[in-house]
């Protein structure tokens, strides 16, 4: 749910995502609508479907337990780097980095104040963790990128900034060209991914028709709803019976009134 998603955004669904499935197994049970459902207004909806396929692997091929080594979890959909590693350090104590866009801001700056490519950007976090307690170091990094080391960065407040290389040093920033530093993403109003969103909330609520689907997004240009409900098809998102289109695996529903 992180993934591209602030914490304050994530925090609700979450808590409602857990109550409703406990284990691996009670998701993997489930059909992907459920997961749709409780997703909400998350976006990026290929993610709980990816969630939902990484339950089920889980329940079928390690009984119902996360894996804790990093290769292991990289297998599981969905999952890369920054996921593993977060998952890996802090749930089971792994000493390994967790390198995202705000951790990626901080190493460019305070750490070495130049622009970091990939391989670079994993080593000097490397060798930045401390021998104990490297969930905690992977935390305030964290933290430090979200809250003083942002995009236009809060240095006069910043607890690191007499340590700080780009502060002491001056010159260009160098964070917005290196490794793990996402570009600015577009605006979500009246994005693509806003009318998918807006289908699949629609289709929350039961199966609907062709017709009264449409008639819920008459303001999205007719070529523009098709196609993205095409792709939400092709996603395994969403599928068709006829004239009706429903969640993937949601069952029939009475329409009259909705
Ligand atoms: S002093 Fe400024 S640039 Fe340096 S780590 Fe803190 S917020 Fe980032």
Redesign the pocket.
Known sequence: MLQQTSTSRVLEPWRRFVAAFPTASACADAPLADVLRLWGGLGYHRRAKALHEAARRIRDEFGDVVPSEVPVLRSLPGVGEYTANAVASFAFGRPVAVLDTNVG??LA??VENRTLGAREARSVAHALLPRRDVASFNQSMLD?GAQ???SS???DD?P??RV?R??REGGDDPAPRSAGVSRPQKSFVGSDRQVRGRVLAVLSSGERTDVELRARLDDVEYGRYSSIVDDLVADGLVERHGRRVRLVGDGPQPTGGR
């Open positions: 801001r901080v700056r305070a430090l003083f080391c942002r960065p809060r240095c910043c690191v900034a700080c780009w502060r």
